[in-house]
């Protein structure tokens, strides 16, 4: 079983979010998983283009880490994606990737995979921001399986107490065990639901003009005209 991880911070895996992202990644590897960590420092991956050419062609045709961090997703059980909390919101650094993401979503490529979220912030609101990162699992195709945070302005020290730690430590834990068994997430269900038939639509709207997805969901959608 493989995790691939991906930090959206400057200070790599050496500041808060890396660290905890680093405990749910020990639960995980402690139940059997392999784990495979990229870290978005701001210069790794470009923002989209929107040349469409991801929905015409199937690939990007930016020179940068996209590509790679993309195929480790793609052969992965799991994924788990962490950022701070900069001004209400994911790290630029993981915006642009997600944002690169664009033929995913349509493919709804992460179909079959399980999700979990890391975020810290220095003063809390926390939890907008991992719903949003669940949220992008789901429309992803993926199971979103849960998310812990930290406030780290509210932390004596370097050390995360220990019941930020277990908590993280058990989402790891749980992220295989819910890749083992299956589980579903009835909270995001109707989402992953909905969003997949929107694309449905958008597919069939814009066949002649995005080939590739058009070709994609034919072939492993059961698209029908």
């Not at 992202?21 to 998983?33: P, S, T, W």
């Not at 003063?123 to 949003?132: K, L, Q, T």
Request: contains cysteine; hydrophobic residues 40%; positive net charge.
């Amino acid at each position: 079983m493989k995790i691939t991880a991906l930090v959206g911070s400057p200070r790599g895996r050496k500041g808060a979010t890396g660290r905890l992202m680093d405990i749910v990644l020990e639960g995980a590897q402690k139940q059997g998983a392999a784990v495979d960590v990229f870290t978005l420092r701001g210069q790794e991956v470009k923002p989209c283009k929107a040349c469409d050419i991801c929905h015409k062609k199937g690939l990007c045709p930016q020179k940068d880490a996209f590509a790679a961090i993309k195929e480790s997703m793609d052969q992965a059980d799991g994924i788990v994606l962490a950022s701070p909390n900069y001004i209400f919101h994911v790290s630029a650094q993981l915006k642009v990737f997600l944002d690169r993401c664009g033929g995913a979503l349509h493919l709804q490529e992460f179909r079959g995979k399980y999700g979990a979220a890391v975020v810290t912030s220095g003063g809390g609101d926390e939890e907008p921001i991992a719903d949003y990162l669940q949220h992008f699992f789901a429309i992803s195709g993926a199971v979103p399986v849960g998310a812990v945070w930290a406030t780290m302005g509210s932390i004596n020290g370097y050390d995360f107490p220990p019941e930020i730690r277990d908590r993280a430590f058990a989402l790891g834990e749980k992220l295989v065990m819910a890749i083992k068994n299956g589980d579903s997430n009835a909270r995001y269900a109707e989402v992953t639901r909905t969003f997949s038939e929107r694309m449905r639509l958008l597919m069939l709207y814009r066949r002649e003009e995005w080939p590739y997805e058009y070709d994609y969901w034919k072939k492993h959608r059961d698209l029908k005209d």
